[in-house]
């Protein structure tokens, strides 16, 4: 499943860069949630975020925008997509990693986004993610995850102009907040919202913090 994942990707990273290159995709309510993460990281010049799951980057420059004194570094499963980001940001720490097994210390970040990075990871495999944000966090640090809601998965055989097989997997509320909660987070803010015309179903923001 990692392999199919990454190749995809690698595939997609031109094609994805061209149509998703920015934040005007994203809906303001979810972005407000970015805002919130960026605030509870804490106004100390010099706070790092782990961008995990960066993709081509769009979401790096999100940040920068909203503080551009914060410390950025990225991840991407996908090396075409890594190569995209270390063009957009070459003097940033962008490396090609799996969400599981992260090349970082431990007490490494003030944050973690990871921005609908989890959408091909079934549940039975989310809680080795979930300890791994949580071991690069320092104590106090701040989670945010972007998902799709539902239970179960959806197969997509087209996407960014492309026809290609892979599986979007969803996630409950309830079952994400209960993973964090059991590793050790504390929540700060929950949001699910209805789909837009372009989304196939709800969408879930968990915001949380490093006990």
Known sequence: ???????????LADAYDHLVGDVSVEAP?????????????????GASILDAGCGAGRMMAHLHHLDPTVVLTGIDLSQGMVARARTHHPSLRIDQADLALLPFAEDTFDGVLSWYSIIHTPQQALERILSEFGRVLRPGGALLLGFHVGAGERRIHHAYGRDLELTVQMHEIQVVRSSLEGGGFHMRASLEREARASEKGPQGFLLATRG
């Open 1 to 11: 499943m990692t392999q199919r994942v990454r190749a995809t990707y690698d595939a």
């Open 29 to 45: 309510i979810d972005l407000a949630m970015v805002q919130l993460l960026v605030d509870q990281v804490g106004n100390s010049t």
